[in-house]
C-alpha cells in the first residue's frame, strides 16, 4: 500500500456505517494513529473538542447534513483541516464548487475499500507537500476543467496541447485524443497561428495572465469570434504551461449586428413615419380640389383628361401612404396567436381563394402539390394569410403575362418547409441581399413592404427564409418553421 501521510494521528471519516465504510477505517488504520468513523456532523463537530483532528474524509450527503456544512463549519472556526470527499457518484459540477468552497480533492468510490484508501492516501500525501502522483493530478484537473461550461485548453511552454475539457471538444470538433499533442496554433488561423501562439505564450508568461479578441478556427475550417483568458500554470514554483479558457462570441457579435440594423431601422421607422403624416394632409387637399376641378370642367374633355391624370397620382400616392403607415402600425402592433395548423389544407383553400382572383386575361398557372406525412404546425393562420399572400402576389407580379406559380410543402429535421416558386424574371444577386428591407422595391407602385413584412412574421415565428433566383428563369422562396416552437430557430439565408 502507498506509504501513508505524514504526522496524521486523528483522522475523521464521515460516512454512514458500512461494510464499505468499516473496511476502509480498516485500511486507514494501517497507515493513521487513529481513525474516528461518525454517521453525522453533529457527531463530528463534538470531536473537534476533543481530538485534534488533523485530516476529513467524508461523503458528499449525510444524515443530517452535507459536506458544503463542513466545510462552512472549518471556515468559520478557522480550522485549517484537508477535506477529502469521497463519494459513491461522479458530480463534476458539485466536485468543482466543493473544491472551489474549500475541500481539497473529490474522489469517487471505485472498486474495493483498499484502492479508495490508496487514493486518499496519495491526495493527502500531495496536502502535505509531496509530489502528486501523475494520475491523480491528471485527474483533479480533468476533474476541475470537465465541470467548467467554457472550453478549456492547457498546453505546455512549447505550445502543444496537454488537455482540453469537453467543451473544448465541442466547440472545436476535435477530440481530445486527437487535440493532444498538437501545436496551439492548429485551432487558429493558418499561417499565422505560430507566430500568434508564440507572442500569446509570451504575454501569459510575462505578465501571468493575458486576455485578448481573436479569430479562431473549427475542425471544419470554420472561423470565428473569440475571446480568450490565458493564465500561466506554476506547479511547486516550476513554471510548465498556461491554461486558456475560450469564449465563442459568435453569436455575441451577431445580436450586436442584429441590434445595430435594428436601430438603423427604428430611425428610418420614424423619419418614414414623420413623412407620411406630413405628406397625407397636403395629399388630401390636392385630392379634393382635383375632384372639385374635374367637376367644374365637364365640358372640356381635354383639360378633363390632365385631371385624371392627376387624380390618378393623388390616389396612387395615397395608397403609398397608407401601406406606410400599415407596415409601421404593423410593426409596432405585430402579436402573434399560436393554434395547430394543418399545412395541406391551409394552403390547399388559400391557393385556390388566390387563384380564383387573378386576372382572367392572365395565362398564369396555379400548383399546389401536397405532401403526405407534413405535421401541423403551431403558428398564427392570419399571419400566415399575410406571409404567403405576399410572396404569392410578388410571384405573380415577376411574371409578366403567363408563367406557373407553384406551391409545395415538405418536413425535414423538425421543421416544415413552404416552398413557392415562379417562372418570371428573377432577381438580381447584387438585390437578394435588400429584398427583406422595408422600402426597397424595384416595382413601379407600392413602397416595398410586402416582403419586409413577410419577414417579421417568419422570424417572429422562428423560422426563415431562404431565396434561390436565376434571372430570366424565375425564382424560389422557402420558409421553415419549426413543428416546435421551443426548438432552435433557423437563420436567414440566400442563396
Known sequence: MTTGPNHISHLLLLDAVSPYSDALREHLAGVCQQVHLVPRLSQAYALFADFPIEAIISEVELSDGK????????????????????????????AA???????????????????????????????????LAGDSQMRHQALLASAISDPVISFDLAGRVVFCNPAAEKLFGYEQDFLVGQ??????????????????????????????????????????????????IDSAGVLSGCVMVVRDLAEQKLLEENLLEMEKLASLGKLVEGIAHEVRNPVLIMAGFA????????????????????????????????DIEGYLQFVKDHQTSLTRIDINAFLSALVDEFAAQLPGDRKIRVVFEPS?????????SNDLQ??????????IEAMAEQGTLAISPSYDHAFVSLCISDT???????????????FVTSKMSGVGVGLAK?????????????????????????????VDRRKTSRTQTAA
Open 97 to 131: 464548487r466543493i473544491i472551489k468552497a474549500g475541500g481539497w480533492d473529490y474522489l469517487t468510490k471505485q472498486g474495493a475499500a483498499s484502492l479508495a484508501a490508496s487514493r486518499v492516501v496519495t491526495s493527502f500525501n500531495a496536502y502535505q507537500g509531496e509530489p
Open 454 to 482: 413577410a419577414y417579421l412574421i417568419v422570424e417572429a415565428h422562428g423560422g426563415s427564409i431562404d431565396i434561390a433566383s436565376k434571372p430570366g428563369e424565375g425564382t424560389a422562396v422557402t420558409v421553415s418553421l419549426p
Open 183 to 232: 501545436p496551439l496554433s492548429l485551432i487558429f488561423a493558418a499561417g499565422s497561428g505560430d507566430l500568434l501562439v508564440d507572442l500569446l505564450l509570451a504575454k501569459a508568461v510575462g505578465n501571468g495572465r493575458y486576455s485578448r479578441e481573436v479569430t479562431l478556427h473549427t475542425a471544419a475550417q470554420k472561423p470565428f469570434p473569440a475571446q480568450i483568458a490565458m493564465s500561466r
Open 291 to 322: 375632384n372639385r376641378l374635374q367637376q367644374k370642367l365637364k365640358e372640356d374633355p381635354g383639360v378633363q383628361r390632365y385631371v385624371r391624370i392627376v387624380i390618378e397620382q393623388i390616389q396612387r400616392l395615397e395608397r403609398m401612404v397608407a
Open 372 to 380: 403526405a406525412g407534413v405535421p401541423p404546425v403551431r403558428a398564427d
Open 424 to 438: 418570371g424574371c428573377g432577381i438580381p444577386d447584387d438585390k437578394l441581399g435588400e429584398i427583406f428591407n422595408p
Open 386 to 395: 399575410v406571409l404567403f399572400r405576399s410572396i404569392m402576389q410578388n410571384s
Open 67 to 94: 459536506v458544503e456544512d463542513l466545510l462552512v463549519f472549518l471556515h468559520r472556526e478557522k480550522l485549517r483541516v484537508p477535506v477529502i470527499v469521497l463519494s459513491a457518484n461522479a458530480e463534476p459540477e458539485r
